[in-house]
């Protein structure tokens, strides 16, 4: 099929590699030329494993182009795929300009019947004001399609998600376009729901706050666990055994963050609004998340007697590992809280030390995760990378001013960090 994907976020490339890997002639689109010029090199403007491989072959092979022109690309194809982004305004609703600048480019392109689905995240009502977009482009209603194919993917395993779906949801208003997507992504083997726009967009956003609200009620528990003495990780492997809660999303930590999560949970909030309804459980969702970190800073805050002069050491700086993404991290609050309170910082990540740098250039960054340790006060782990979880824990205790650890992922036992030397505190158990 020919297809073009307009945005080469991570929805947008994920989504074009895939198609092009499963043998369609892909157009990827973006309107920033440094990044098509990258692309066209095979360059990926995102971290994300294994997606260079696939752009590459996906070039090598001839089943990938990049282009500039959403015009071009949409004559050429049969299938328009919007992946733009829609970040969150200063109200928490979704800021849609780029979709409503690509769906009026697309209604000035299309001469042929074209069928044009949205991937980005967006409000329900929001493929409906593309087709009136389009039509007032002057485009008549039989010459084209709007279908809502709302995208699941997490960064990290970004590939893997989109070649082995849970479940693809397909919303149109005609069957005939419906069918064209289960035709598109019929190799996949996937289970496909098929239902009206409004209900697929409404998925999404309940799929992601529901998620959410599963690490928010575990974090709430974990609060609890401290202050009783019982231990989270057995309470939510004892929930998450009974078939019907699951035990995915039920680890608890510093909280949720990552440019889905937070954006999500306050779209589908300001929906709700929107239709008079307060959604009252998902502001708790958020209370929860956003005390969950500062709890754990008061925390370090209290055993150090003030964080005034005292030198911590973060491992971990993206927002969950196997990615060099930054957005809403809880790095940024853990740094920001310690740096305002007058302490130093020793940082390390595996990749996203780079982007962090942009936002804090003065940190002391280090090349190793052993030199995050040296003579710190507080060792702190955010993220829970791979590399974290073998560390020489007897090493890192003789580097440090003070041996004390601040586990906010439960990566390490705590008796493992007592036998070599340092006092250990994590969320959700003593
Ligand atoms: C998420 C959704 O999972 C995905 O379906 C959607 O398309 C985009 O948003 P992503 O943001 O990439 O994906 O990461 P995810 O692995 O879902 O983690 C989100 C956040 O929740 C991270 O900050 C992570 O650290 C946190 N998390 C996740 C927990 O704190 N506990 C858990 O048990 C799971």
Request: hydrophobic residues 40%; aromatic residues 6%.
């Amino acid at each position: 099929m020919k297809i073009a994907v307009i945005g080469t976020g991570y929805v947008g490339l994920v989504t074009g590699v895939v198609l092009a890997e499963l043998g369609n002639d892909v157009i990827c689109v973006d309107k920033d030329p440094v990044k098509v010029e990258k692309l066209r090199k095979g360059i990926p403007p995102i971290y994300e494993p294994g997606i260079e491989e696939m752009l590459r072959k996906a070039l090598n092979e001839g089943f990938m182009t990049i282009s500039t022109s959403i015009a071009e690309s949409v004559a050429a194809s049969e299938v328009v795929f919007i992946a733009v982004g829609t970040p969150p305004s200063e109200d928490g609703t979704p800021d849609l300009t780029a979709v409503r600048i690509v769906a009026t480019e697309i209604g000035k392109a299309i001469n042929k019947p074209t069928v044009v689905v949205n991937k980005s995240t967006v409000p329900v009502g929001s493929g409906t004001m593309v087709e009136e977009i389009i039509a007032a482009q002057g485009v008549p209603a039989e010459l084209f399609d709007v279908v809502s194919n709302p995208e699941f993917l997490r960064e990290g395993s970004a590939i893997h998600d989109t070649l082995h779906p849970d479940r693809i949801v397909i919303g149109a208003k005609r069957r005939d376009a419906a069918m064209k997507l289960v035709e598109l992504y019929a190799n996949l083997e996937s289970p496909m729901i098929i239902t009206d726009l409004n209900s697929a967009e409404l998925i999404k956003y309940a799929s992601n706050s529901f998620l959410a609200l599963k690490i928010s009620f575990i974090n709430a528990i974990s609060r609890i666990c401290e202050v009783s003495n019982a231990n989270v990780s057995d309470v939510a492997k004892g929930m998450g055994t009974d078939k019907r809660i699951g035990p995915q999303f039920l680890q608890a930590g510093l909280g949720w963050g990552g440019s889905c999560f937070p954006k999500d949970v306050l779209g589908m909030h300001s929906t709700a609004k929107r239709y008079d309804y307060d959604f009252a459980l998902l502001q708790e969702v958020i209370n929860i998340n956003d005390d969950q970190t500062l709890h754990f800073v008061r925390r370090i805050e209290k055993r150090l007697g003030g964080l005034e002069g005292k030198r911590i050491g973060i491992m971990g700086l993206a927002f969950k590992p196997n990615t060099d993404d930054i957005r809403d991290a809880k790095s940024l609050i853990i740094v920001d809280a310690i740096l305002k309170a007058g302490g130093k910082i020793n940082a390390y990540d595996p990749i996203a030390t780079e982007n962090f740098r942009e936002l804090y250039p003065d940190l002391d960054y280090k090349k190793s995760v052993y030199e995050v340790p040296v003579d710190a006060d507080a060792l702190v782990v955010v993220t829970e990378w791979n590399e974290f979880k073998q560390l020489d824990l007897a090493r890192i205790a003789e580097s440090m001013k003070q041996k004390v650890l601040f586990d906010g992922r439960r990566v390490y036992k705590k008796e493992a960090a007592e036998r070599a030397g340092l006092e250990y505190f994590t969320i959700g158990s003593n």
